[in-house]
């Protein structure tokens, strides 16, 4: 069986969910994208290609985390959620065991596909490999199959025919950029790291340097992320000649008080020094599901002025896209916000007010334009905040260890009499 030769006809069972999902989000309005209809619509008319059966076992494997919270669920007005909505778009249980199916026969008929030369070039590949690091005592398993790396070669070539602009100028085949893909990830298989981007990250042992940070980074971002609205004033513009939207505003004001979280915060301006790197995506109320726009492969820019953190991006033409300009055009929308963690703060005392001052943000998560503004998951401030106080008190409290002092360097009995008194009235104290 060759490639072409892989039943990609849907089940009735996902047409079924597929025809399920569109009702729902006309009923309803919510739930999934335009990405997400597209292809109700592809399964319903029995129109999936090898790329989107790709497509929708990611979409699944990305999703089915929240499945046990969400499938089951019911929204205020009793419809099904906007998580349960959008699964059932991609073609619902059946979908994903289907597409889960598929794309194991698509790996095999793939790394069957590679030429005679490319195959032996990647078995010397993986021989050397593992001939180098099973002479170091690594702590993970750094060896290789030929079938691991005819992956990552045939995600190349995919790679570079989907996502040109992502390729080096200096590249001039599809295949030279997939052997330049499998150098990559033997380098980050022997040494721990990726020299640059990470890539088939899924492909790495579970014990894997690179694995390993990533789970303690998505552990620290869910347990530290902070959220906070600023009331700042952004635009809608349309450029009629390349038919978009364009938003832009800011999600962080600086050296401006915050609302009353417990505290009172303040925003240094060089807070976000480093940060405008970080892969940050513009959301709809901070809802991944509902993204508008990224800064690493997408429209999104991010920048520092005076008066705080600006972004500027396209809004997709996707139904929350449109929906979200419109909102704004009607000036129904009119609150900005980001989520982040914090590497460096101060916190003070100003009368009976505490400030905090956020001196550096550790990690930008997303921002994101909001309809119900609300600060949010500040558990993490108000622990930083009741330790400051705690500390401060501690400082406050009379020197207990200077009077003890004086108590054992006294040789005087009625002295020693008074000053141990005193010691128990401070300590009481």
């Known amino acids: 069986m060759a490639l072409k030769d892989i039943n990609t006809t849907p089940t009735e069972g996902m047409r079924e969910e597929a025809r399920k999902g569109l009702e729902w989000r006309k009923e309803y309005g919510r739930g999934g994208t335009q990405t997400g209809v597209s292809r109700a619509r592809d399964i319903i008319n029995g129109d999936l290609s090898i790329s989107s059966i790709k497509r929708m076992f990611s979409f699944f494997s990305r999703h089915e985390n929240n499945k046990a919270k969400h499938y089951s669920a019911k929204e205020n007005d009793g419809g099904p959620t906007a998580w349960r909505i959008a699964w059932a778009l991609w073609g619902g249980n059946a979908g994903f065991s289907w597409s889960k199916k598929k794309v194991k026969e698509i790996d095999r008929e793939e790394e069957r596909a590679l030429t005679g030369a490319v195959k032996k ?61 499998v150098n990559s990830f033997l380098y980050a298989m022997e040494k721990g790291k990726f020299r640059s981007g990470k ?16 789970k303690e980074e998505k552990s620290y971002i869910m347990e530290n992320k902070e959220i906070r609205l600023y009331r700042a004033e952004y635009q809608v513009t349309k450029d009629e ?91 129904l929308l009119y609150e900005s916000s980001f989520a982040f963690t914090v590497e460096e703060d101060d916190w003070s005392k100003d009368g009976d007010i505490t400030r905090r001052e956020i001196k550096k943000i550790g990690r930008l998560v997303d921002v994101s334009i909001v309809g119900v503004g609300a600060y949010a998951n500040t558990d993490v401030a108000l622990r930083s905040k009741e330790a400051f106080e705690m500390e401060a008190t ?23 009499n008074l000053l141990s008194n005193e010691l128990k009235l401070k300590k009481r104290i």
């Open 121 to 181: 070039g990647l078995q010397k590949k993986a021989d050397d490999h593992n001939e180098k690091v099973g002479k170091k005592n690594l702590s993970w398993n750094a060896k290789v199959t030929s079938a691991k790396l005819g992956k990552v070669f045939n995600r190349g070539i995919g790679a570079y025919k989907t996502n040109p602009g992502s390729v080096r100028p200096s590249v001039k085949s599809p295949e030279q950029w997939a052997y330049a893909r």
């Open 199 to 214: 890539h088939d990250t899924d492909l790495l042992p579970s014990n894997h340097p690179v694995k390993k940070s990533m």
């Open 241 to 331: 000649d390349k038919d978009e939207k364009r938003v832009s505003g800011y999600a962080a004001l600086f050296d401006t008080d915050s609302r009353d979280l417990g505290f009172r915060e303040t925003i240094s301006p060089d807070a976000f020094e480093g940060r405008l790197d970080d892969n940050v995506i513009l959301t709809f109320n901070h809802d991944p599901n509902l993204i508008l726009d990224r800064n690493m492969g997408g429209t999104l820019k991010l920048s520092v002025d005076e008066r705080g953190l600006r972004y500027d991006a396209t809004l997709p033409n996707t139904t929350t896209g449109n929906d979200v300009a419109e909102l704004m055009k009607r000036g």
């Open 394 to 416: 501690i400082e406050e409290t009379p020197q207990v260890e200077e009077v003890e002092q004086k108590v054992e360097e006294s040789f005087d009995d009625s002295k020693l």
